[in-house]
């Protein structure tokens, strides 16, 4: 049980003890009252936590009737049970009319007791779950869930707010992993059809003839296989938002057929003939760019207009680096807690160096790299050690860093070191690390960017000179 509670309302002691016993024995947290002013007054001071009433009809200084009216007054999400004695039928209905849910007659069957209780109980249990999912998936895609305070990110911000509460088309164009489907599901969730369905479906995953199959359902026998009416996506979600994903990749032959619901509100299923009107809201997504499927004849021109009556840009990563400091820090919260590894932190070189990287999977690919730092993390703070190659070493860097740390570098490269003929190469090697991280102020990330290697290949040697890793200055970070 999830520890709400049952209040039994009894004078008849035989009766009140035989009702407490009964549904303890079912695990269910009870208390009881031989005075109805006394259980009001409890009821008073802690409706939050009661699930059921059970009150008997005639007793003392206060009835039944008049417990569930005053009870009815504080909290309309506490069920009542009102027990009545063999001839009062008409109190019983009087009482459903004032509130109860249900009512039982004395002598009292201790096996219906349980059995009306389990079904009230775990009615109102089902309801709060679903209450609890659906904030948590309101909270998922509402603009909470979308982590950037940049300026292009709050541009999108305020024309999501704009259009959401619209029945326009909408469409959403960029890079992949820049959050399209969770960019849709905002408007949907800010959007009047909140209740109803969110659908999406990825037009590039799915054949052509199963895809228009999925889209407006079949009747038995329209092909073979179709051994009975499908519904499709467009039925399911009338009154919602059907995302249709990669729209770039539908064909000419579907395309036509979305020109003719978006205009007309209407469809016939696959091998069917009856007119279906709908009241989908449409919104499309998509990596490519559709005017140039239109110069290409992939892409219909009129369909690319009805779509683009709203268009929203969603910027890449590389575009808002600001944003990433906030990401990482959802990203390591939301891992560290999914992975039992609460507390964890990283370090603010690790941040600086996230920073700077292109991101050519954008948001999805920053997420996985997170997920995969928390996981194999074996310290409390995640160091630059850990990073992958393509990021800390060669791979993470680009012309732009080099340009902002190029004067770093001229001027290390002024500095000489002498050495006598005959040095071992792996003396000389060695000295050449050494002095160059020295010159570095110990920071690693710019002598391995200085020497023109990767990162962890640095880590690397200066592990074999027995260099402590946790003594690395990262001043300047």
């Given at each position: 049980?999830d520890g709400?509670?049952?209040?039994?309302?009894?004078?008849?002691?035989?009766?009140?003890?035989?009702?407490?016993?009964?549904?303890?024995?079912?695990?269910?947290?009870?208390l009881?009252?031989?005075?109805?002013?006394?259980?009001l007054d409890?009821?008073?001071?802690?409706?939050?936590?009661?699930?059921?009433?059970?009150?008997?009809?005639?007793?003392?200084?206060?009835?039944?009737?008049q417990?569930i009216?005053?009870?009815t007054?504080?909290?309309?999400?506490?069920?009542i049970?009102?027990?009545?004695?063999?001839?009062?039928?008409?109190?019983?209905?009087?009482?459903?009319?004032?509130?109860?849910?249900?009512?039982?007659s004395?002598?009292?069957?201790?096996?219906?007791?349980?059995?009306?209780?389990?079904?009230?109980?775990?009615?109102?249990?089902?309801k709060?779950?679903?209450?609890?999912?659906?904030?948590?998936?309101?909270?998922?895609?509402?603009?909470?869930?979308?982590?950037?305070?940049?300026?292009?990110?709050?541009?999108?911000?305020?024309?999501?707010?704009?259009?959401?509460?619209?029945?326009?088309?909408?469409?959403?164009?960029?890079?992949?992993?820049?959050?399209?489907?969770?960019?849709?599901?905002?408007?949907?969730?800010?959007?009047?059809?909140?209740?109803?369905?969110?659908?999406?479906?990825?037009?590039?995953a799915i054949?052509?003839?199963?895809?228009?199959?999925?889209?407006?359902?079949?009747?038995?026998?329209?092909?073979t296989?179709?051994?009975?009416?499908?519904?499709g996506?467009?039925?399911?979600?009338s009154?919602?938002?059907?995302?249709?994903d990669?729209?770039?990749?539908?064909?000419?032959?579907?395309?036509?057929?979305?020109?003719?619901?978006?205009?007309?509100?209407?469809?016939?299923?696959?091998?069917?003939?009856e007119?279906?009107k709908?009241?989908?809201?449409?919104?499309?997504?998509?990596?490519?760019?559709?005017?140039?499927?239109?110069?290409?004849?992939?892409?219909?021109?009129?369909?690319?207009?009805?779509?683009?009556?709203?268009?929203?840009?969603?910027?890449?990563?590389?575009?808002?680096?600001?944003?990433?400091?906030?990401?990482?820090n959802h990203?390591?919260?939301?891992?560290?807690?999914?992975?039992?590894?609460?507390?964890?932190?990283?370090?603010?070189?690790?941040?600086?160096?996230?920073?700077?990287?292109?991101?050519?999977?954008?948001?999805?690919?920053?997420?996985n790299?997170?997920?995969?730092?928390v996981?194999?993390?074996?310290?409390?703070?995640?160091?630059?050690?850990?990073?992958?190659?393509?990021?800390?070493?060669?791979?993470?860097?680009?012309?732009?860093?080099?340009?902002?740390?190029?004067?770093?570098?001229?001027?290390?490269?002024?500095?000489?070191?002498?050495?006598?003929?005959g040095?071992?190469?792996?003396?000389?090697?060695?000295?050449?690390?050494?002095?160059?991280?020295?010159?570095?102020d110990?920071?690693?990330?710019?002598?391995?960017?200085?020497?023109g290697?990767?990162?962890?290949?640095?880590?690397?040697?200066?592990?074999?000179?027995?260099?402590?890793?946790?003594?690395?200055n990262?001043?300047?970070?």
């Amino acid at each position: 049980m999830d520890g709400r509670l049952i209040v039994i309302v009894e004078d008849e002691d035989s009766a009140r003890l035989g009702m407490e016993r009964a549904l303890k024995k079912k695990g269910h947290s009870v208390l009881s009252f031989a005075e109805s002013p006394k259980a009001l007054d409890y009821i008073k001071a802690n409706s939050g936590e009661i699930d059921l009433v059970i009150t008997d009809l005639r007793m003392p200084e206060m009835d039944g009737i008049q417990l569930i009216q005053e009870i009815t007054k504080l909290a309309d999400d506490i069920s009542i049970i009102l027990v009545t004695a063999f001839g009062s039928i008409e109190s019983a209905v009087e009482a459903m009319k004032l509130g109860a849910e249900d009512y039982l007659s004395k002598p009292l069957d201790m096996f219906e007791l349980r059995k009306r209780v389990e079904k009230i109980v775990g009615n109102k249990r089902l309801k709060r779950e679903v209450n609890l999912l659906k904030q948590r998936l309101d909270k998922k895609y509402s603009f909470s869930s979308i982590i950037g305070n940049s300026p292009g990110m709050e541009k999108l911000f305020e024309k999501i707010l704009m259009v959401a509460p619209t029945s326009s088309t909408v469409l959403i164009t960029g890079e992949s992993g820049t959050g399209k489907e969770l960019i849709a599901n905002a408007i949907h969730q800010n959007s009047p059809r909140k209740n109803s369905m969110f659908l999406p479906i990825n037009c590039a995953a799915i054949p052509g003839e199963i895809l228009e199959s999925e889209l407006f359902g079949h009747e038995k026998g329209a092909f073979t296989g179709a051994t009975g009416k499908k519904i499709g996506k467009f039925e399911m979600s009338s009154n919602g938002t059907l995302l249709l994903d990669e729209i770039g990749e539908m064909s000419m032959d579907l395309q036509a057929k979305l020109l003719r619901i978006i205009e007309q509100k209407e469809f016939m299923r696959v091998g069917g003939n009856e007119i279906i009107k709908v009241k989908t809201r449409i919104v499309a997504s998509t990596n490519r760019n559709l005017d140039d499927l239109v110069r290409e004849g992939r892409f219909r021109e009129d369909l690319l207009f009805r779509l683009k009556v709203v268009h929203l840009t969603i910027p890449p990563l590389r575009e808002r680096r600001e944003d990433i400091p906030l990401l990482i820090n959802h990203f390591l919260k939301r891992f560290s807690e999914e992975h039992g590894k609460e507390g964890l932190e990283i370090n603010s070189d690790v941040i600086h160096t996230l920073s700077r990287y292109n991101w050519p999977g954008n948001v999805r690919e920053l997420k996985n790299v997170m997920e995969s730092l928390v996981i194999f993390a074996q310290n409390s703070t995640i160091s630059l050690s850990e990073l992958p190659e393509e990021i800390a070493g060669d791979g993470g860097s680009n012309s732009s860093e080099m340009a902002e740390s190029g004067s770093a570098v001229a001027q290390i490269a002024k500095d000489t070191l002498l050495l006598k003929v005959g040095t071992p190469m792996a003396d000389v090697e060695r000295e050449l690390i050494l002095k160059t991280l020295e010159q570095c102020d110990g920071n690693r990330t710019v002598a391995a960017r200085v020497l023109g290697i990767g990162l962890r290949t640095l880590q690397r040697k200066l592990k074999e000179y027995g260099e402590a890793e946790d003594n690395e200055n990262t001043a300047g970070h």
